[in-house]
């Protein structure tokens, strides 16, 4: 991830990785996926897959803030089995963080689980993580686990994640995952109800409510990527709302509620804000006993999360109908409910088994490509071999002779000690292939070839430069002592 302005002789993808990052980070979702495209090409261009993956990254990343789910999680499984395939376990970690967040809001929530866990160990043990990585990984496996209703985990692992950020001084970073807890135990309270028919206790939702002073003093520049500081006390104000809607304040609920809508209006395009915003709106007429108008939110919110493909809130909604149809005596009504409900559920069942699948045979073609690669390497260092090697002897050849030599004199010269290079022929070698037969010449020049190997050590070389001429080069022997080896040789 960029830290600092890159200078312009750089490549052009890297400067706009830089301003689509820098865009995000701000909010401008639509500038940035401009950027982030542009930089796609370039990068595919210039055949730079670490570049490629970075521009899916950062596209997945504004389809999530954008709500265009389904497309979030193409790019970003792209993005993470190119980070992969790269060998960049930093950036396959941040890409498996904002997948595991899309699943989650998309209804897989083992999937969720699946790719957050990873991520967190990634982020935990590559050296080359953002400080922060490990962070915002802990947030959205907490989110991970509270999409699975386990609640008790989602609690930990995102109090972690604030003590994190707010050890590094983030203040207003840390308001992410403190939203993400007041969400969580929101879910808690909204399924008590759902189950038991009423609120069993508001006291934990009501514990972790006030944020600290930093935070709200210090708005500041945000550095997370991943949800800007604005859209982000939004939806605390709003988690606050429902607190005192379900605590019976529903004057305070609905002001709260049209402070948000009026930050809608006036561009905040968050779908997130909007979504929550509309289970608020049915939870006050609800409480009100506003029945036309519970029932009209609800079924509002059931629509505008399809067309945002957030499976969570849509299955909220489902529950919400249930719930208000119930207490009306509608119990047909509710039933249909229930019946899409299921529907629904079945639905997504299928469609995170197909999800498997499609990476079991993406992780099979990953295996057949590394198999592919290691045989083609094999039979790359196979063919080296032969070309530094004589065929008929065995022993290097003169190419391999010319390239150790200058290393040779290198290290002699820094042990002060110089090699000893012996030159050998064959004498009257002619008259052999012309009396007994080139056969029986090449049987003598390979004898003569196993005699000079069975004289070297590790370190030494036997070398066929061509006809009759061999050279053995002693790189660990004194000079009275090749002389002695030479002798052994000739005789």
């Given at each position: 991830m960029?830290?600092?302005?890159?200078?312009s002789?750089?490549?052009?993808?890297?400067?706009?990785l830089?301003?689509?990052?820098?865009?995000?980070?701000?909010?401008?979702?639509?500038?940035?996926?401009t950027l982030?495209?542009?930089?796609?090409?370039?990068a595919?261009?210039q055949?730079d897959?670490?570049?490629q993956?970075?521009?899916?990254?950062?596209?997945?990343?504004g389809d999530?803030?954008?709500?265009?789910?389904?497309?979030?999680?193409?790019?970003?499984?792209?993005?993470?089995q190119?980070?992969?395939t790269?060998?960049d376990?930093?950036?396959?970690?941040?890409?498996?963080?904002?997948?595991?967040?899309?699943?989650?809001?998309?209804?897989?929530?083992?999937?969720?689980?699946?790719?957050a866990?990873?991520?967190?160990k990634?982020?935990?043990?590559?050296?080359?993580?953002?400080?922060?990585?490990?962070?915002?990984?802990?947030?959205?496996?907490?989110v991970?686990h509270?999409?699975?209703?386990?609640?008790?985990?989602?609690?930990?692992?995102?109090?972690?994640?604030v003590r994190?950020?707010?050890?590094?001084?983030?203040?207003?970073?840390?308001?992410?995952?403190r939203?993400?807890?007041r969400?969580?135990?929101?879910?808690?309270?909204?399924?008590?109800?759902?189950?038991?028919?009423?609120?069993?206790?508001?006291?934990?939702?009501?514990?972790i409510?006030?944020?600290?002073?930093?935070?709200?003093?210090?708005?500041?520049?945000?550095?997370?990527?991943?949800?800007?500081?604005?859209?982000?006390?939004a939806?605390l104000d709003?988690?606050?709302?429902?607190?005192?809607?379900?605590q019976?304040?529903?004057?305070?609920?609905?002001?709260?509620?049209?402070?948000?809508?009026?930050?809608?209006?006036?561009?905040?395009?968050?779908?997130?804000v909007?979504?929550l915003?509309?289970?608020?709106?049915?939870?006050?007429?609800?409480?009100?006993?506003d029945?036309m108008?519970?029932e009209?939110?609800?079924?509002r919110?059931?629509?505008?999360?399809?067309?945002?493909?957030?499976?969570?809130?849509r299955?909220?909604a489902?529950?919400?109908l249930i719930?208000?149809?119930?207490?009306?005596?509608?119990?047909?009504?509710?039933?249909?409910?229930?019946r899409?409900?299921?529907?629904?559920?079945?639905?997504?069942?299928?469609?995170?088994?197909?999800s498997?699948?499609?990476r079991?045979?993406?992780?099979?073609r990953?295996?057949?490509?590394?198999q592919?690669?290691?045989?083609l390497?094999?039979?790359?260092?196979?063919?080296?071999?032969?070309?530094?090697?004589d065929?008929?002897?065995?022993l290097?050849?003169?190419?391999?002779?010319?390239?150790i030599?200058?290393?040779?004199?290198?290290?002699?010269?820094e042990?002060?000690?110089?090699?000893?290079?012996?030159?050998?022929?064959?004498?009257?070698f002619?008259?052999i292939?012309?009396?007994?037969?080139?056969?029986?010449?090449?049987?003598?020049?390979?004898?003569v070839?196993?005699?000079?190997?069975?004289?070297v050590?590790?370190g030494?070389?036997?070398?066929?430069?061509?006809?009759d001429?061999?050279?053995?080069?002693?790189s660990h022997?004194e000079?009275?002592?090749?002389?002695?080896?030479?002798?052994?040789?000739?005789k």
């Amino acid at each position: 991830m960029p830290d600092a302005p890159l200078l312009s002789s750089e490549p052009t993808h890297v400067t706009l990785l830089f301003q689509a990052h820098a865009a995000l980070t701000r909010g401008d979702v639509d500038f940035s996926q401009t950027l982030s495209k542009s930089a796609l090409l370039h990068a595919q261009r210039q055949n730079d897959a670490a570049g490629q993956a970075r521009a899916l990254l950062y596209l997945a990343q504004g389809d999530r803030q954008l709500s265009h789910l389904r497309r979030a999680r193409e790019t970003a499984e792209r993005a993470a089995q190119m980070f992969q395939t790269h060998g960049d376990a930093a950036g396959e970690a941040e890409a498996l963080t904002t997948l595991a967040n899309v699943l989650s809001l998309m209804g897989h929530s083992a999937d969720g689980l699946e790719a957050a866990m990873l991520a967190l160990k990634l982020s935990q043990s590559s050296p080359a993580s953002h400080p922060l990585a490990e962070a915002m990984a802990c947030n959205y496996l907490g989110v991970a686990h509270a999409c699975s209703q386990s609640f008790d985990n989602a609690a930990d692992l995102l109090e972690r994640s604030v003590r994190m950020f707010e050890a590094q001084g983030l203040w207003a970073e840390s308001c992410l995952p403190r939203y993400h807890q007041r969400y969580a135990e929101m879910h808690r309270c909204f399924l008590d109800r759902y189950y038991h028919g009423t609120f069993l206790s508001l006291d934990r939702l009501t514990q972790i409510a006030a944020l600290p002073e930093q935070v709200t003093s210090q708005p500041g520049s945000v550095r997370s990527l991943l949800c800007p500081y604005r859209k982000t006390r939004a939806l605390l104000d709003l988690t606050h709302a429902f607190e005192l809607c379900w605590q019976g304040d529903l004057d305070e609920a609905s002001r709260r509620a049209d402070t948000i809508s009026a930050s809608v209006a006036k561009g905040m395009r968050q779908p997130a804000v909007i979504l929550l915003e509309m289970w608020l709106r049915t939870e006050i007429a609800w409480a009100a006993e506003d029945w036309m108008s519970a029932e009209a939110h609800a079924q509002r919110l059931l629509q505008s999360a399809a067309r945002a493909e957030n499976e969570h809130l849509r299955a909220t909604a489902y529950l919400l109908l249930i719930q208000i149809y119930s207490a009306q005596g509608k119990d047909l009504q509710a039933q249909a409910q229930q019946r899409l409900w299921k529907m629904q559920e079945m639905h997504l069942r299928k469609e995170a088994l197909h999800s498997r699948e499609e990476r079991v045979e993406w992780q099979m073609r990953v295996r057949a490509d590394r198999q592919a690669s290691r045989h083609l390497e094999e039979k790359t260092r196979h063919l080296e071999r032969l070309a530094m090697q004589d065929a008929l002897t065995g022993l290097y050849n003169r190419r391999y002779l010319e390239q150790i030599v200058p290393a040779l004199l290198s290290d002699a010269t820094e042990r002060q000690r110089a090699p000893a290079l012996v030159f050998v022929d064959i004498d009257h070698f002619k008259q052999i292939n012309d009396r007994f037969s080139h056969l029986v010449g090449d049987e003598v020049l390979r004898t003569v070839g196993r005699i000079l190997s069975g004289f070297v050590r590790e370190g030494d070389v036997s070398v066929r430069l061509g006809g009759d001429e061999f050279v053995v080069l002693f790189s660990h022997v004194e000079a009275q002592s090749s002389t002695s080896v030479v002798a052994r040789i000739h005789k």
